[in-house]
């Protein structure tokens, strides 16, 4: 091969990418040639790079700016709440009013005063500005969903293991938990985020949409070990479409044989 | 300190919780420079309450998150219409070296990248610190997934050039007192 050639495949030589056949052409290549061996050189040595880490100021900035906007919300609802005793007194007032409330402006004047700091140290830069602090009010009414939404895509298990236990935190979750965590009960690639999903949903037994996803879960699962605690968990519910499912469960050519022995007790339980 | 303890807020504090420091990082290898690296960050945190609407259910939160991240970058770079120069603002680069040898490689690695133009700087980044995959980078940048290798490898290549030149400089510094670093490209060869 060629440096050309080689340039093709490089970067994924560097991320380990390649099946071993190429990286076998990869390295013949470069313990001839300086120039790609450089290459690879340079981006090993990235790794000598420090990145250093963020100041406490900004986990400050942070939390000067959460505050306020929680403080926006909380005064939102409550001018919301008490809105019509007030509307005589005050017709004019309009999206800033939480500005005026105590904590707000406590809240706010906290925010300003970091911000400030920091405009003085670092004049060119950025900062939180009024509109967008205003158009946070009406904003972000559902950051849990959106986290736990974000954390059963994670490409770590870990991550998508504790998205489904934020998920727990609703007594009743929202629909579109509810789908994703049968999303992930169905296709998750991971043994374990399958069954604490399947635990979560266990918890929203009440929704009818749960026990007819956790119910079709089944014919979805190759894993002994979730197919059991499906079983188990139908016959908890003593939902009677379940029979059905089992049946056909039990009519799968390679299935386990503890499985097919569970659902023959599952069904003489339905019965 | 202010305290967030309860809903919406309390997972707004878990997003930045993990995402601060990778953004943190990813700037300032970008940009060179800590302040304006952390006003990134505090920027990329009020895009995402901003514009949460904007997020898909269902689909990967990190390349949103990234995506944001670049419009807070590309947005700023705007306003200041300036790169930021290596010099004197740089983030000091403050390696866990035990030779004088090795602080004098990340100093010199260190400067060789702000040296590269913005956008090679940004890819090879991406590509080696983010533990993004090449398709996310692709579809982050909008372009086609063979243009990313192709821009890693020549990011890596030029990055490599210019680290040598530098390393030369300062061969070149140790023989002839009082030259400059900034040696032409190729020169002694």
């Known amino acids: 091969m060629n440096c050309e050639q080689i340039a093709e495949l490089l970067p994924d030589y560097l991320r380990g990418n390649l099946p071993a056949g190429q990286i076998r052409a990869v390295e013949q290549h470069i313990e001839q040639c300086a120039e790609c061996r450089d290459d690879v050189a340079i981006w090993n040595k990235l790794a000598i790079l420090p990145a250093g880490q963020p100041s406490a100021l900004l986990g400050e900035r942070f939390e000067a700016l959460l505050h306020a906007y929680e403080a926006g919300r909380e005064d939102g609802r409550a001018a919301a709440g008490a809105s019509s005793a007030k509307q005589e007194r005050a017709p004019a007032r309009g999206q800033f009013d939480w500005f005026r409330s105590p904590l707000a402006g406590l809240a706010w004047g906290l925010a300003m005063l970091v911000v400030g700091v920091l405009a003085g140290t670092f004049a060119s830069r950025t900062s939180p500005r009024t509109d967008e602090l205003a158009a946070m009010r009406t904003e972000l009414t559902g950051m849990r969903q959106l986290v736990v939404l974000s954390m059963l895509q994670q490409q770590s298990a870990s991550e998508r293991l504790q998205g489904v236990s934020f998920s727990r935190a609703e007594a009743q979750a929202d629909p579109k938990i509810i789908g994703a965590l049968l999303h992930t009960l169905r296709y998750d690639p991971n043994v374990d985020v399958r069954l604490a999903a399947l635990e979560a949903l266990s918890r929203q037994s009440s929704q009818a949409q749960v026990r007819r996803g956790v119910t079709d879960a089944l014919q979805y699962q190759q894993s002994p070990l979730v197919q059991v605690a499906l079983i188990d968990q139908l016959v908890e519910w003593r939902d009677p479409g379940a029979r059905d499912r089992l049946r056909e469960l039990q009519q799968s050519a390679d299935l386990n044989p503890a499985v097919r022995q569970r659902a023959e007790w599952a069904l003489s339980k339905l019965n | ?189």
Request: proline share 5%; with cysteine; net charge positive.
């Open chain 2, 1 to 189: 300190m202010l305290q967030v303890r309860n809903g919406d807020g309390e997972m707004l504090g878990v997003l930045f919780d993990r995402y601060h420091a990778p953004l943190f990082h990813l700037y300032s290898r970008i940009t060179g420079d800590r302040g304006s690296s952390e006003d990134l960050v505090q920027e990329v945190f009020l895009k995402i309450l901003r514009y949460r609407q904007s997020y898909q259910p269902g689909t990967p939160f990190r390349p949103w998150l990234y995506q944001i991240a670049r419009n807070a970058r590309i947005d700023a770079l705007r306003r200041t219409r300036k790169e930021v120069s290596f010099e004197p603002e740089m983030v000091k680069p403050v390696a866990p070296t035990d030779s004088a040898q090795q602080e004098q490689e990340t100093s010199l690695l260190h400067r060789a990248l702000m040296q590269l133009p913005e956008e090679k700087r940004e890819i090879l980044m991406l590509a080696r610190f983010q533990e993004m995959k090449y398709e996310e980078i692709a579809a982050l940048l909008g372009c086609e997934l063979n243009t990313v290798k192709t821009r890693v490898h020549r990011a890596l290549r030029e990055l490599r050039e210019t680290f040598r030149r530098l390393e030369q400089g300062i061969g070149a510094q140790g023989l002839r007192p009082g030259a400059t670093d900034l040696l032409p490209g190729r020169q002694g060869q």
